[in-house]
């Protein structure tokens, strides 16, 4: 009976699983045969030097953590900024984009914004740096596993992003303030719209142009028409369909000022290029953080 236990527990010892290095997935992830890391051509036994390579490495990897409680609370709190920074970051672009709208950016970049933007990179980049150093002990992890690859896809992912806002912060940003600070110019005569219409007021040497019944009337040099108002009631640049049909005066003494041309409802504009390249950039940012967020997925239920 004794005997018999003796048999039973050593054929169970022999048939526990142990942790195995070499694996028939590793010669399917580079493509080699058995015989590269085995001295037998179908496998096991004695090692060759890359098979012992192999072994040493996934050994190193299998190690228990010996980083220190004060490493292990340091990995922590860049990990916790890294997230908090992520969500600052994307949460803005998420509400600029699909709430305000890019053209809520269009007339120039909020200050707020670009110092938030700048920040979020920095500090993504200097605690993504710490992070991968922590996650990442050698070059083969980083090339040759699943976490590795989608972490050279979010690498890459966020440097096009950093791209973007250099060329939009340094190039695009400037131009749309200019063109947001520069004054309308005055058209000197013809159809108009609205627009175009309201940079005729009549104020520092500009033409007082004013709308009346669908027809533009030039009041530059009516003596009631001083610096583009009208007896400190109507203003030049306006619309005064409705607001002169209350005037004490007839409609023919409008009439007797020269007409310039028609208003119109609105005139087709191409798009600047650089407000064009602005739209398509935010755009492009938007898409890529569903792919960030994407990758995120993947890493933690991805199959």
Not at 139 to 151: A, S
Not at 268 to 294: C, D, G, Q, S, W
């Amino acid at each position: 009976m004794k005997r018999s236990l003796f048999c039973i527990v050593v054929f169970m010892l022999l048939t526990l699983p142990v942790a195995g290095f070499a694996t028939e997935e590793y010669a399917r992830q580079t493509g080699l045969t058995c015989a590269a890391c085995h001295a037998d051509p179908i496998g096991g036994g004695e090692l060759t030097a890359l098979g012992k390579a192999f072994s040493e490495r996934q050994q190193a990897q299998s190690q228990p953590n010996q980083m220190t409680t004060a490493a292990k609370g340091f990995r922590f709190a860049v990990g916790y900024i890294h997230m908090l920074t992520a969500i600052l970051w994307f949460g803005t672009i998420l509400y600029v984009h699909l709430v305000l709208k890019p053209a809520y950016a269009a007339g120039g970049l909020p200050r707020g914004e670009v110092r938030v933007g700048i920040l979020s990179m920095l500090m993504m980049g200097l605690t993504g740096l710490v992070l991968t150093y922590y996650r990442v002990p050698s070059l083969d992890v980083l090339l040759h596993t699943r976490f590795g690859l989608l972490l050279l896809v979010k690498v890459g992912l966020y440097l096009v992003m950093v791209s973007s806002a250099a060329v939009v912060v340094t190039v695009i940003g400037p131009r749309l303030k200019r063109k947001m600070q520069a004054p309308p110019t005055p058209v000197t005569g013809g159809d108009m719209t609205s627009t175009e219409l309201a940079a005729c007021d009549g104020r520092d040497g500009r033409p007082a142009y004013f709308a009346y019944n669908g027809l533009i009337y030039d009041a530059t040099a009516s003596a009631l028409w001083k610096q583009g108002q009208h007896m400190a009631r109507h203003q030049a640049g306006m619309d005064l369909g409705e607001a002169l049909k209350l005037a004490p005066h007839d409609e023919d003494r409008v009439q007797r000022l020269p007409v310039v041309g028609k208003l119109l409802a609105s005139r087709a504009e191409k798009t600047p290029l650089h407000l064009r390249v602005f739209y398509t950039m935010a755009y492009m940012n938007l898409t890529i953080v569903f792919l960030i967020v994407l990758i995120l997925a993947l890493w933690r239920w991805g199959w």
